[in-house]
């Protein structure tokens, strides 16, 4: 559209860019602040452009009551005509700010508010994976927000509306680069480009941390080795972490991926973890600066790949130092659609330990299927691990509250990229929203948090809200039903992770196989776990272990992942395994398509351009899910020999045709 005078680009479509923050308004409310600095002004702003009530007041104050509330916390009290954000630093009245509108944005200003909220942790903390050459490791959103190329120089303006994306929903740090890190990272060029980064995020509360390479110093800094016992290693990383605090004095620290997937680490020298986590954290000790070091490890000598975490750690529980946290994914595994919580959580109590979830969905059909991932995480956050007697949740386990540690961040793989709706997928930012939510206040419900979302992003209309809440909540459990159900785990592609491929049989490692992970058989399906298996039962605490043990007791969710059973094993309700796996396929795929129908109705209620959009990406998902459940019936079929029940939806593909699908799709492992 043109504007006489002056020329103004209108949007021309709904693209999405906006995320959840529509609130805007002429309103103009009267916003005042006892402080001025720019965090508050960013509060200020956003509530002069946002608040529809009366006169805010921004209240920096130094109380007992609000330093109890943390860096972060705040209070809001009053009514719509005059309210006041109270807070002892300058992020809670930011986050303060922020409650309110969501407040008002999803119908919940009454008359007489009073809120106190403090976040359950510390660091709440998106990894991006990133490469410096702005492809994105398993980014289904187009390439990298980091434009690493004009940097430091040019500015892009995504880069403050990631950072107020994030503080809307309580992230407060991020790492930039992929944890297969490019040691270039920590050039001097390169430091420069983020410390841009790092000033523009600051203002929102957000730190920043990078991933880094083991062998940095002798690869950038030429030193012999990258031994952490050799005298010169320490130091050489001392002078980085220095030249780093010069440039960008709040520094959050390094997250570690090491001696895992060809990485480099102190095993290449026969030294441990915590030789190498240990040498990093004494030289960010000084300022206060983190090592987040991961458990995704390989352990040569435990055959079985759900246990390898647990058993190359364990043993160091106690020996790092206190400013090491250990970053553990969800599962044993690795962001399978389902698996049971890693046993690390709850026994590893000497250390701090942080969970690490995956937003972008790798392994849940990219940002072509529709899965809100919040009942996913919900179901692992409220997981009881039993550690400290019932109710040891792996929330309780992570926050700090049961072990007593000071330290304590959550994290997720980030599904951000450069295009329009920043997630591929419109409702994959619900994820990047329910992960923030959630790592705020774990106790918050997937419907809870998926209903403010729906309102701020899409309606409050009920003929929208209700149906599409509905879906959200059932999106999840679907691609399990259509993917691997019962406990089913990692049969697919090789390397790119989208669709089924249960025969995959050659690898460059076994348990990078499918078949190694199913084990099906003309007589069972299944990897046994129990204590006549592999026994990683025993990684669990009582009861759970039993639980877990026994067929019997065992929830379904979890059967073929503990379990190797016969075809005809009888499940709780009656049916055999085979005929309860194919009605759990059928089901995914009836899911995928109620979906549809879903969509297509509440759609009108919504703009043409998000509408279409999902609805051609729910086409995908629904013949996806139809692909899955032939692939994997027609192939288990081989073994099971036995009919698909006759009242379910026969095949519409030749196992033959299916087995000879490549997708054109970068990735390797
Ligand atoms: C695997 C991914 C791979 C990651 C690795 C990791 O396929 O791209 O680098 O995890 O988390 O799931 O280190």
Redesign the pocket.
């Known amino acids: 559209m043109l504007m006489s005078g002056n020329y103004r680009i209108i949007h021309p479509v709904e693209d999405g860019h906006q995320l959840w923050l529509r609130g805007e308004t002429a309103a103009g409310a009267k916003v005042t602040a006892n402080k001025k600095s720019p965090t508050i002004n960013i509060a200020k702003e956003e509530l002069e452009n946002g608040w529809k009530g009366g006169e805010v007041r921004l209240r920096l104050q130094n109380s007992k009551e609000l330093r109890a509330l943390g860096r972060d916390g705040f209070r809001i009290a009053g009514n719509s005509q005059q309210v006041d954000i109270m807070a002892s630093a300058e992020q809670g009245l930011l986050y303060g700010a922020y409650h309110l509108l969501r407040m008002q944005e999803t119908g919940k200003i009454t008359e007489n508010i009073q809120v106190e909220e403090k976040p359950a942790f510390d660091i709440r903390i998106l990894n991006h994976?990133d490469n410096l050459n702005r492809t994105v490791?398993?980014g289904y959103a187009g390439y990298s927000l980091w434009r690493w190329d004009q940097l430091p120089e040019v500015v892009s303006p995504r880069y403050e509306a990631y950072a107020r994306a994030n503080a809307s929903i309580g992230i407060n740090a991020t790492v930039l680069n992929?944890?297969?890190a490019s040691p270039d990272i920590l050039k001097a060029e390169y430091l420069q480009k983020v410390k841009v980064l790092a000033d523009i995020f600051r203002p929102y509360g957000i730190k920043v941390y990078l991933s880094i390479n083991f062998s940095s110093p002798k690869i950038l800094g030429g030193l012999e080795d990258s031994d952490p016992l050799n005298p010169a290693v320490p130091l050489w990383w001392k002078e980085k972490v220095k030249e780093i605090y010069k440039l960008i004095p709040d520094f959050g620290g390094f997250l570690v991926?090491a001696n895992?997937?060809g990485?480099p680490g102190p095993q290449d020298y026969g030294r441990t973890h915590v030789d190498g986590a240990n040498m990093l954290a004494d030289a960010l000790k000084p300022y206060k600066g983190i090592v987040m070091w991961?458990a995704?490890v390989y352990a040569p000598d435990e055959p079985d790949r759900a246990k390898q975490a647990y058993a190359e750690f364990m043993p160091f529980d106690g020996e790092f130092r206190d400013n090491v946290i250990i970053q553990v994914?969800n599962g044993p595994v690795?962001?399978q659609p389902r698996e049971p919580f890693s046993p690390l959580f709850g026994a590893m109590q000497k250390t701090p330990v942080m969970a690490?979830l995956?937003i972008t969905q790798?392994?849940l059909g990219f940002s072509n299927h529709l899965a809100y991932l919040s009942t996913m995480w919900e179901e692992f956050l409220k997981s009881d691990t039993y550690s400290k007697g019932e109710g040891s949740t792996v929330a309780k386990a992570t926050d700090g509250s049961l072990f007593n540690h000071s330290l304590s961040a959550i994290s997720g793989?980030a599904n951000i990229g450069v295009d329009d709706n920043w997630c591929g997928h419109h409702f994959a930012q619900a994820n990047w929203y329910a992960f923030g939510r959630l790592a705020w206040n774990h106790e918050l419900t997937s419907e809870a948090i998926a209903d403010e979302w729906i309102r701020m992003t899409f309606s409050s209309d009920p003929e929208f809200l209700v149906p599409v809440k509905k879906m959200m909540l059932d999106s999840r459990e679907a691609v399990v039903n259509y993917m691997m159900p019962l406990g089913l785990h990692h049969i697919f592609a090789e390397g790119h992770?989208y669709g089924p491929q249960p025969w995959y049989s050659q690898a460059a490692r076994e348990d990078w196989t499918c078949v190694y992970y199913h084990k099906a058989s003309k007589e069972a399906i299944g990897f046994d776990r129990t204590t006549k298996g592999s026994n990683a039962v025993a990684q669990y605490f009582s009861p759970l272990r039993e639980q877990f043990n026994n067929p019997a007791t065992c929830p379904d969710e979890y059967l073929l992942w503990f379990h190797h059973l016969p075809w005809d094993f009888k499940m709780k309700d009656g049916k055999t395994l085979w005929d309860a796996l194919c009605y759990k396929y059928d089901k995914g795929v009836q899911q995928a398509r109620e979906f549809q129908k879903i969509w297509d109705k509440a759609g009108s209620l919504i703009d043409e351009h998000r509408f279409q959009h999902v609805q051609s990406r729910l086409k995908i998902q629904a013949s996806d899910a139809v692909w899955w459940k032939d692939a994997c019936l027609l192939y288990f079929q081989t073994f099971s020999n036995k009919p698909i029940p006759y009242d379910i939806e026969r095949p519409v593909h030749e196992l033959n045709d299916l087995k000879k699908i490549r997708l054109n799709m970068r990735?390797t492992?």
Do not use: L, T
Request: glycine share 0%.
């Open positions: 994976w490791e398993r992929n944890v297969n991926k895992s997937e990485q991961r995704f994914k690795d962001f690490e995956q790798e392994y793989v992770h990735h492992n």
